[in-house]
């Protein structure tokens, strides 16, 4: 089997605002810990998400999917880990990890879709953009 390599390894601590009344991470917050470490990726792969911005291309999120494993609670450490596991003509897939320890709580799924940031759409990455999330892809470590 292939070691899969991240893209980005985020750690946060849970804040207490993020709980709900049963104490644990309100789920809608997995989605926005999945963005946070989204430009986390951007930030290792270009410099920034303006570095992006300036080859031509943004990316949206199309589809999301999330299956919950375990609980996090207020001030639990968590690293959310991004992998790479598809890289189409214009779209690409995220598999990220949120892990408490060796413990993995939540998988992600997202998609995303590359769009040309004139008209927002749909647009394939230019090559330095491929070959920059390329290297992650699993067939390539």
Do not use: W
């Not at 917050?29 to 291309?57: C, I, K, N, P, Q």
Request: aromatic share 12%; hydrophobic share 40%; charged share 25%.
């Amino acid at each position: 089997m292939t070691e899969r390599r991240p893209l980005a390894e985020m750690p946060l601590r849970v804040r207490y605002h993020e709980c709900d009344g049963q104490g644990i991470v309100f789920n809608a917050h997995y989605l926005a810990y999945a963005d946070m470490a989204a430009f986390e990726v951007e930030r290792a792969l270009f410099g920034s998400h303006d570095a992006l911005l300036a080859t031509g291309v943004d990316v949206v999120v199309a589809e999301s999917n999330l299956r919950y494993y375990a609980p996090c609670r207020f001030d639990d450490e968590l690293v959310v880990a991004v992998y790479l596991v598809h890289l189409g003509t214009t779209s690409m897939q995220f598999e990220l990890e949120v892990r408490r320890g060796d413990t993995v709580t939540t998988e992600i799924r997202l998609r995303y879709v590359f769009v040309d940031t004139e008209n927002y759409r749909k647009a394939e990455p230019p090559p330095e953009v491929r070959a920059a999330y390329a290297q992650y892809l699993p067939e390539a470590a």
